[in-house]
């Protein structure tokens, strides 16, 4: 459509629209994505200048807290649309990830010591091949060849976070969890 017409046609829709019509893009955005994204990342993607964006999550956030749903629009770490936390036992009923302890260990080993060597992560945990297996399948870990080019180094996804509902650095993890031991004591 040549900008001639494209502007003739935004000139009639009334400023209202045009601003439900953006939260409605924003809102899509956040719900296909389902991870924390930045407003300059939802600018680029919709080609829309950032401000513009930004007022666009303001009201979002206004109308989701307005309403008695399930759902939120967390701010903390990005923007994501998620589930309330006093319904996140429903979310676990459908949705659960089955981790056995032994691989959980192993998660919280990557996720304090990160970014960990595959090859030190194995002097610690015995099975820890196996185990980093199934957390790549999962989604919770993420492996890049090590410059070395000998072993990988393991760090913690954004899935990870988002699952766990962890907001922070594995610092604040570590308080978090009281850690005091040593980690092979895991």
Same mark, same amino acid.
């Given at each position: 459509?040549?900008?001639?017409?494209?502007?003739?046609?935004?000139?009639? @829709?009334?400023?209202?629209? /045009?601003?439900?019509?953006?939260?409605? *893009?924003?809102?899509?955005?956040?719900?296909?994505? #389902?991870? $924390?994204?930045?407003?300059v990342e939802?600018?680029?993607l919709l080609?829309i200048?950032?401000?513009?964006?930004?007022?666009?999550?303001?009201d979002?956030?206004?109308?989701?807290?307005?309403?008695?749903?399930?759902l939120?629009?967390?701010?903390?770490?990005?923007?994501i @649309?998620?589930?309330?936390? /006093?319904?996140?036992?429903i979310?676990? *009923?459908?949705?659960?990830v089955?981790?056995?302890? #032994?691989? $959980?260990k192993?998660?919280l080993i990557?996720?304090?010591?990160?970014?960990?060597?595959?090859?030190?992560?194995?002097?610690?945990?015995?099975?820890?091949?196996?185990?980093?297996?199934?957390?790549?399948?999962?989604?919770?870990i993420?492996?890049?060849?090590?410059k070395?080019g000998?072993?990988y180094?393991l760090?913690?996804?954004?899935?990870?976070?988002?699952?766990?509902k962890?907001?922070g650095d #594995?610092?604040?993890?570590?308080?978090l969890?009281?850690?005091?031991?040593?980690?092979?004591?895991?």
């Amino acid at each position: 459509m040549p900008a001639d017409k494209e502007n003739m046609l935004n000139e009639n @829709i009334p400023p209202e629209e /045009e601003t439900n019509n953006l939260k409605a *893009k924003v809102e899509a955005v956040l719900f296909i994505t #389902a991870r $924390a994204m930045q407003p300059v990342e939802i600018s680029e993607l919709l080609g829309i200048p950032e401000e513009e964006v930004e007022n666009a999550l303001l009201d979002l956030m206004f109308d989701y807290s307005s309403r008695d749903g399930a759902l939120e629009i967390d701010d903390e770490d990005g923007y994501i @649309i998620q589930v309330k936390a /006093e319904h996140l036992d429903i979310v676990e *009923k459908l949705c659960p990830v089955d981790i056995k302890p #032994a691989v $959980a260990k192993t998660l919280l080993i990557i996720a304090l010591k990160e970014p960990i060597r595959q090859s030190y992560l194995k002097e610690l945990r015995s099975n820890a091949y196996e185990h980093v297996t199934e957390l790549l399948e999962k989604g919770f870990i993420s492996r890049t060849k090590d410059k070395n080019g000998r072993s990988y180094n393991l760090k913690t996804t954004p899935k990870f976070a988002e699952y766990f509902k962890l907001k922070g650095d #594995a610092k604040t993890l570590a308080k978090l969890l009281d850690t005091t031991k040593d980690i092979k004591n895991l």
